[in-house]
């Protein structure tokens, strides 16, 4: 589906004409561009626009199908970006993942966006307010678009934080916790966050280098700018990641502590049964000549001896944190 | 054995001939090739190609002898290509592998094929189906044989992603299991497919490059989706590798976790036998006094303690989440 | 907010003039500069500074914003240098971040920082009294900024150090520790402190490297002088992160070793009660013919006898080590 | 001691002279070579040879102390190779490494072999019958001793594979077993495999680019060939220690595994005689009035009691898994 | 303190002149040059030799100063090289760290030496004996420095063999050993060792490389073979930290299969005193019939009974392993 489309002329969206093959007809001018904005479209939608633009035909058929790797592919006259975006879901503390493919030459961009997050709607009229980025043109797009979805990695890494900072709490608390599940689903998000993000690297560098031919030179601190918010969210995924790995450990060292101190709780609760059992074996024994048996007070002294002695293994082992 | 052989002119399949030194001696016109395709075959049959061909030996005995290493090898008018192939087989969970060599020249293409899976023959109906990559000549064969062995990786991926997804949940499940071969197995597979995998790349960056003389220019983006395809497996592979150790780590907790419960539960019902053995031990003394035995209902009264405590450390257990 | 100001002229502070406008204006001559630094500022403080200066919007942003990278940005005129600051608060065994961001041009530098820590202040008044380095001109401040902030990485290692020698000798006292959260805070620290020093190394190699047009050949073999003890900073942190995890494991087996112990120490404990108990069930049976029981010191005997063949027990478990 | 020398000419060994000097004086013709062969050479020996052929004088120092570590050192007119060798004893499930020194002219060759596997005599004869290899000169016998050297690496870790196979059997068999020992020696001897791949690699490299100057540019895939096997035997070796990294893990695993089903049948057991020990207990209460005392058939049934009871544990535990 | 002065000419020490100032006049012939050995010189010291030879401040600071990291420094003329030396005291079975700084210019050298360890003398004494050494000037001093302290890491790598051995050895013996703390302590001291060897490989491979103007050509190939024992160094403690952790993984498995054989021992134990209890138990019981208790020889039969239960428990447990 179409779902927006504007001819952009001196740095702003011109009035006038909504059919992209109109606008691009209009589009006659120096440093006139026209934006189409696609969601989940059509092969055919697709291969109508690729077929007047010239896109490349591999190029068509991976923004089509979705689940592509994040890439940067240079063509004779103009560029296609796969970026995968990124969003936290609360109800399920999940990570999503949806994709955008971006196709920038000279005179157009083209939008392809797959899946229900990070909608391009705000972003374009957000950029439609600023002159400064959008007079760069179909770069200056292209860079809205990536900063946009960066930002929302930066987002959803901040709510990772979060996720982590709560197993953290959870693992070190006194109470019996069960972290395993709940770090191993955690680990698997940040597997998904790294991603879509380790393989955007390297075509943000190629785009901050200036080497690609629709980039403007003027862009690349812009397009810099944007790699170093991807490195700072893959740095934090990498050190979250060996932050889960310690909890891990010691979670598995609480699980063990536990244990000991349940042993030995279990061993001081034994022993106030088995020691007053002893007792009750002595005076069941059968010796023709045992004067405590005879004792008026005999039974009540047996079971005061057994209190006593159950109450002083309690203090014992109370003392040296058995119990 | 030669499977099938034929000469490609304009884009399609020429009619007329069988033999291959038949349509070898016909690939006259400027953009003729022949394919020759081999699966298994004796050193004698390749050896006669190789001469017509001019093979390098070293190369031929790689093509004869199975088990090499995936490798691109230039040599001065001909490129050599070892690729693994890999097959699902569902019955047994197992990752099977077998061997593809392809000699690629300006006019010919020579493929050789080991172990069962991976028959080039659809590939080859499907290639001659398609102009647009035929007309590439040899380099599309070349594109058309990786494309369709790298996808077939993909679907090997995920068959293992359903593996892993099932590991996940028995891990996880309530029930006690015994993960640990089922883990060491999957980790054995990846390392198998992570050997097809990984050497794969050098070569299709080579490939994509450009730098490869026998490779056109318009091919070169052809054969850089295909290195993007590869690159998607093998981070899958990577991401699938680490989740399986987190998974036994996790595996390794619950052990723990259980043999834990199975400590409490062991000595809550210990306990419920060895109290009641006290109090039968107490009034098992021989004590001259002792009023509870004259009671007419003495020995009932110490039956219902007995019960009582039982009872009463039950309920106490159940709530401390014990038993 | 602007904490200090000052005109630099032959390697010394000029007098007369506070407000930066006025110094800009008298810094006419070759090889003088304005040094402003900033704690905090507004963003309108930080926006007319930045117009008069030249600098570049984007640098701009990320010095109002904390949080950002380390990085080194190069912009026609100018160099953009974002720091993180560090210090150890002794009484929390924290590490604290703080930043500062350093704009250097041919006849400025403006120093931005954010946090409590490493005040600039102190540095200024040290580099006034070292001709030498004033007089390389604003890459002699930057230099001096770079050398005190990676001073205090030194500094902040050093405690380190300290703190994973505590946990060393905790983990191998003879007493019953629980270092596991210990150990997770410290690895946590060293993360902290990792994510500051990584990305500030290639900055000093470019530095170093003497590639930067602000930075004159003179200077480059004090950057090289910093990037080694940057480097030292980091290499000893990957040393302790690596220590940490040994120390962990180290920990994993204390307590699997005092488990063991516990377990023997109450086998052996347990021993003491049941064998007695043993010998009062079998004085305890109903035997018409058991002469013990008529013995006048019968009784006396079997208690004798439960002593001796415990305190036997005891000596033997002493001896095996058991108790 | 020098074990083999001949002189070459045309592809062949040239009948007379035994003596290297002699051999020396008669290669004059162009593409002559000759080609000494030491084992263990004495320092003498080793001079004289050197300063005829003008050896570098640390390479030779090289050459006659064994332990060194593998590498490719070029000098002005000839290269000088060292290789581990290595050889699997079958008694003694072990790898064992020797050296093997290669000096390589225009027209000559010196091997200094160091330990008993390895013997470059049937190489030797075996390059004698390939006239393709020997017509190379010094770079045939260089290819055919590396080939030799790396064929048998690619022997031993086969061996090792089947080593690992047996202690995956091993870890995951009903019994238990003792394997952390096996599992330590095996990593032992991957990392002394390791010592000899991995430093090989670059030599290969170089010489299989060609760069060195006595290697013809017809031998290059020759040594592309073998730098191949030498990258299956690494990875080889790389994948079979993670797989025991694994196998370890799966271990220790089962030894929790194997704890906790001996806990339970342990208490199960113990069940099994604590419970009639109570029914024990409470006949052998006092009471005044205990019908079941009196019963004629009293005391059978009480015994039939506590086998009833017993027979029913043994029955639940079986069905729950813990006996 | 100065240790040692002495000018060289023609490859052999001058006779003549003690004081540096003197021979520093002497050094006037081309080939000439001296060298100062100091030993933890105080400042005074050093900045007089570094006035008169030029010497750059910042490498005289790290002179002075120890605890620098080891490093290449080039200026415009001359070279500075800060060595960490490392040597093995047997009775701590500790390794100990001390420094060497070199400045080398074309005529002179300056080696600063700090801790006892490693002292030069006996380093110039051997290069005294040696024209061919000596005949480089200063670059042959700087290459038997060097030398020097790399076959002195050697030596200490090869203490640090016994050690691991040692440790294997005691992990794996019968007996029960504490092994964490000493793998901890070893895994320390082989980071020290790591910390002195791997960033010398940088500075060895550029002077190796001959990119440093102050070493002659024809003195590269002996840098070259110095980086070849250095890399024998670094891969030798990366393999015995690997062996290390694996040796760790094994010592906890023993841990656990030890506490295994514990709990069976224990259990076996117990049951050999508990099934014995429950017949003394059952002779407790007060049925008046019971046969056995009427029986003369019925207090030995039920005696007899118990050693026969618990002698064939004995024999049970030991078949199977248990005791």
């Known amino acids: 589906m179409i779902v927006d489309c504007a001819l952009y002329r001196d740095g702003k969206r011109a009035e006038g004409g909504t059919h992209w093959r109109e606008l691009r007809a209009k589009a006659d001018r120096d440093g006139d561009f026209v934006w189409i904005g ?12 690729a077929e007047v633009f010239g896109l490349h035909s591999l190029a068509v058929e991976d923004a089509v199908k979705a689940h592509q790797r994040p890439k940067l592919e240079r063509f004779e006259d103009s560029v296609f970006l796969v970026l995968k975006t990124l969003w936290y879901v609360d109800e399920e503390d999940a990570v999503e993942t949806g994709e955008i493919a971006i196709f920038v030459g000279d005179d157009f961009v083209v939008t392809v966006r797959h899946g229900r997050g990070n ?6 009229e957000e950029l439609e307010t600023s002159r400064r980025v959008l007079s760069h043109g179909p770069s200056g797009v292209l860079y809205a678009v990536i900063d946009r979805v960066v930002d929302e990695y930066l987002d959803v890494v ?18 019996r916790t069960h972290d395993s599940a709940r770090i191993y689903v955690l680990k698997r998000e940040l597997a998904e966050v790294r ?18 031919p629709t980039v403007t030179d003027q862009a690349a601190p812009f397009f810099r700018d944007v790699a170093d918010h991807l490195a700072r969210a893959a740095e934090t995924v990498d050190s979250l990641d060996a932050l889960l790995s310690t909890a891990f450990d010691a979670y598995l060292a609480q699980i063990s502590v536990q244990q000991n101190d349940d042993m030995r709780k279990i061993s001081a609760g034994a022993a106030l049964v088995v020691v007053p ?9 059968n010796f023709r000549h045992m ?11 047996a079971l005061g001896l057994m209190a006593a002695v159950a109450a002083g293994l309690w203090v014992l082992f109370k003392k040296s944190g058995w119990l």
Do not use: C, K, N, Q
């Open 291 to 301: 004067p405590e048996l005879d004792w008026t007070f005999g039974y009540p002294f």
């Open 38 to 49: 696609m969601h989940e479209p059509s092969t055919t939608e697709v291969h109508e626009v």
């Open 158 to 175: 901040d709510e990772l934080i979060v996720d982590v900072d709560e197993i953290e709490a959870s693992v070190f608390s006194a109470e």
């Open 195 to 212: 991603r879509a993000v380790l393989p955007l690297r390297e075509p943000l560098v190629r785009l901050a280098g200036g080497d690609e």
């Open 119 to 124: 909608e391009l709607h705000s972003a374009r």
């Open 277 to 285: 059992t002893l007792i009750a074996g002595i005076y069941g024994m």
